[in-house]
């Protein structure tokens, strides 16, 4: 965490537990990296949690055994010895639950089927259920540390953005420019960055997802930014479309419809709102100027440990937004062989409203060239 | 790829229907992100590849869809409209493979059970089958562009070792540190690193995977480094042991263990042998000095499209290592109180032996303060 109070991973366990009888569990094995985060402040890149009714034990293996000795702040830690699935059965068995959740949206089908043949092995009268979402669901609202945290990373991400604005020059490589972004971040105090900056430029600005490459800039270009930072373990997702001079007609164009439905979104969306209706909110101005068939994404997702995490917000969303969710609000509009452009800031939902936590200009998006 | 030929795919595909009959499938679903970069060079974040005796199909969303059909060298493009599960349920289907594979150690024990449910509902007459590890073998041997890739990414890992020897001084932050590896891999060429620079000064040495943190250093200092690049996809995997300023004698003496285990793996792999005698070779040394507990984990790992693939080199490995395999020779002794020592190279086996490809100095390992 970015302040110095701990999280309440007490309260988060107790929350987790509290979610036990909807799914007609007693125990639960958590084996999803930020999941594993969120419960016990575990980074490690091994590590399981079974999550008991009295109980809570942390499996990981050797090299991380010795710090996690010493940092744990809640349960046991128990030492993979054997491998995670051989491990956590013994662990399952001896706790004797009736019935053990895994998290079937992470573990793969064959160390799901590793623990079901080490359990059936020991005699275990635990049954194992697939669960899907429990501690995710946990994490979509998120606590005054973890917002303080997503804040400090959105500032960061702001102020790349402004860096890189004063830089970019015709000529320059995507990969360049993508760099100096990443190069701000981490000197200013970005942890390992969650995502590739994409800097995407031209026609490349038209592929959604291109990776930043080895074009080069060019005058009028559009440049399509996406950058994200991390603050103790938290992350930041911004996009800002930039242009390199005056830019064609049709692509400003473009950048209009998309401000729009961005600030529409921004401004529309409320508590309580189903995000399928959030998404509409921007998709409907988008479908009305005739862009529709070019935004093929959902409006957003929620950001946190993970940098796409639960809510959805899109077309096919089960969710409801809620106060102290954080999530993005990024329409799009990509059309081929013309250009694209997208907009997104981080938001959290406080008092009813959205508030952009990420805040850079969006009204001049022309870069002079000088 | 680091050169300007194009990997042989058509040839990689031929290698895996070749597989086909051993593992009684006559498809494939390959979802692993590396797998499917393998067989196709496509690098999205969502694509999946159904190869059949005949075909082969790259599954992947509205984001890439664009810029797959440009690039894809082999096979078709097909759009994932409603779901990867759905759409490869389809697609699997419509081509009557009696027994279609899927990646069991990659896909989520929930994706798996949505395909089933979807092929059900399609009343296909295609079965499903778990499979393990069959491209991931294939990937074990490499190729003259693969090794060429990781050639390149050797050199930058040894250059970026050298670079931080000279910047080390007491005071200085362990992220600091790890911040000027990161930034001259960046600066000469790396891709974004494939995993999170280690700087683990003084006690912290002794924790195998210790993130770089705020502690600072100090004269007498053991500072294990361990670091990657990549190029091309590539990576490499390097880990010294500086000392900064003269060390603890009992520090010493577990490096020259180390060192002396870490040469004695490296002349003494030879291709034919099995993973489990190398890793015997190093292990021995080490416990005859008395060290065996604090070398808790395997002597390597295969290398390449990931930073941790087959072959793994272990007391419990199942693999033979073979010609142009590219691993890790990492043998480390890590004593809590004391401190610890890593020292690795990535090394290929060519002419029935290991040649180092990073090979940075080892035998001064004291910076001197200046």
């Known amino acids: 965490m970015s302040s110095s109070e701990q999280p309440d991973y007490a309260y988060r ?7 036990f009888d909807d799914a007609a569990i007693d125990g639960l094995l958590v084996s999803s990296r930020e999941n594993v985060r969120y419960l016990l402040g575990f980074a490690g890149s091994s590590g399981w949690i079974l999550v008991t009714r009295q109980d809570s034990v942390l499996i990981t293996d050797s090299r991380y055994i010795e710090h996690a000795r010493a940092t744990i702040p809640v349960g046991r830690v128990h030492l993979n010895a054997d491998g995670l699935p051989d491990t956590a059965a013994k662990l399952i068995a001896e706790c004797q639950c009736a019935a053990c959740g895994f998290e079937a949206d992470n573990l793969t089908h064959s160390l799901a089927g590793k623990l079901r043949d080490k359990l059936n092995a020991l005699k275990a009268k635990s049954a194992l259920w697939p669960t899907e ?52 971040l981490r000197e200013h105090g970005s942890e390992p960055i969650p995502f590739d900056v994409i800097a ?21 270009d559009p440049i399509v930014f996406d950058l994200g930072a991390r603050v103790g373990g938290y992350c930041s997702d911004l996009s800002r ?21 961005q600030r529409a979104a921004l401004h529309g969306v409320k508590s309580g709102m189903s995000a399928v209706v959030a998404d509409g909110i921007a998709r409907t101005i988008i479908v009305d100027e005739g862009y529709g068939e070019y935004f093929g994404h959902g409006l957003g997702h929620g950001v946190g440990l993970a940098i796409h995490e639960f809510p959805t917000v899109s077309p096919r969303s089960a969710e409801t937004l809620e106060e102290t969710m954080v999530f993005t609000i990024e329409p799009g509009i990509y059309v081929p062989g013309v250009g694209g452009v997208r907009i997104e800031d981080t938001v959290v939902l406080r008092d009813g409203s959205a508030i952009a936590l990420t805040c850079t200009d969006k009204d001049n998006p022309i870069v002079t060239i000088p």
């Open 133 to 184: 979402r429990i501690v995710d669901c946990l994490r979509m609202t998120k606590d005054a540390g973890e917002l303080r945290s997503i804040q400090q990373a959105a500032k960061l991400a702001d102020g790349a953005l402004e860096h890189v604005r004063t830089v970019l020059r015709p000529g320059m490589k995507e990969v360049e420019a993508a760099w100096e972004v990443e190069k701000w």
């Open 13 to 19: 366990l107790a929350q987790l537990r509290a979610r």
């Open 241 to 261: 479309t930039l242009f390199l001079g005056e830019p064609d007609p049709a692509v400003r164009q473009i950048y209009d419809v998309v401000l729009t439905a």
């Open 200 to 220: 995407a430029s031209g026609p490349n600005s038209a592929l959604p997802h291109s990776e930043a490459g080895s074009r080069q800039l060019r005058e009028g």
